[in-house]
């Protein structure tokens, strides 16, 4: 069974600092992750996706992929508290049909202090 | 250009009751999914379709069933209601040419009691 395995926090980083999310993946044949971002009671929003190894990024996010170590991470620099929520770590998962269902980790809940 | 719509957005249930949950997108996608996530946990996928009259099942799909007639439209229909379905449930859409890139609606609050 797919499994997507994230340290479920909270994580408190003070506002400015680097913020550091990680996420370990069971199915070696995976090739996509994701990184979805839910505040409470809303639905989630994609804000990263990355399909290599190494480093991608965007603005103040970058999305870190290590293959060989089954492990992505995201960074989030100069943290805001609007940063604050559930961020969840997702891996594309193959099907007959070709749709791209996704299997989610739990989340990790940030907390950006002011 | 609503983007994914579901109605209702609560609902109580009684044990044994249905109920149809409704999904619609206006972005004229191809790729449709239900996921339900519980208090604390990720979401898990239901039910999913590549187009109109195709569905398949996903990781967690006792319970439920789905029909696709339109690009549009994918309900999800709950029977026999039962404390486990007690969950939100998302829907989301995909284009082909990008499904990495879906698109949630606000979901649906769902308690049976």
């Known amino acids: 069974q797919k499994e997507v395995e994230q340290n479920s926090g909270p994580l408190s980083v003070p506002e400015g600092a680097i913020a550091s999310l990680n996420c370990t993946y069971s199915?070696?044949?995976?090739?996509?992750f994701f990184w979805y971002r839910q505040y409470s009671g809303k639905s989630p929003e994609l804000i990263m996706f990355?399909?290599?190894?190494g480093d991608k990024e965007d603005g103040r996010f970058t999305a870190q992929l290590n293959k060989a170590s089954q492990y992505v991470s995201l960074l989030i620099r100069d943290s805001q508290p609007s940063d604050s929520a559930t961020y969840l770590c997702?891996?594309?998962?193959?099907?007959?049909?070709?749709?791209?269902?996704?299997?989610f980790g739990k989340g990790t809940h940030l907390i950006i202090q002011p | 250009n609503a983007g994914v719509t579901q109605t209702p957005k609560f609902r109580i249930l009684k044990i044994g009751q249905s109920m149809t949950l409704q999904c619609t997108q206006d972005?004229?996608?191809?790729?449709m999914y239900w996921y339900r996530q519980d208090p604390g946990m990720g979401l898990k996928l239901i039910y999913y379709?590549?187009?109109?009259?195709?569905?398949d099942k996903g990781e967690v799909p006792n319970g439920y069933n789905v029909s696709r007639s339109t690009t549009e439209d994918f309900p999800l229909r709950l029977e026999l209601a039962a404390p486990s379905q007690t969950s939100v449930y998302f829907c989301?859409?995909?284009?082909?040419?990008?499904?990495?890139?879906?698109?949630f609606g606000p979901g649906t609050r769902l308690t049976v009691t």
């Open positions: 379709s590549v187009g109109a009259g195709i569905t």
């Open positions: 990355i399909y290599s190894n």
């Open positions: 972005m004229n996608h191809n790729y």
């Open positions: 199915d070696r044949g995976s090739q996509s």
């Open positions: 989301a859409s995909s284009d082909k040419t990008r499904t990495y890139e879906q698109y």
């Open positions: 997702a891996v594309r998962v193959r099907s007959g049909g070709g749709a791209d269902g996704l299997t």
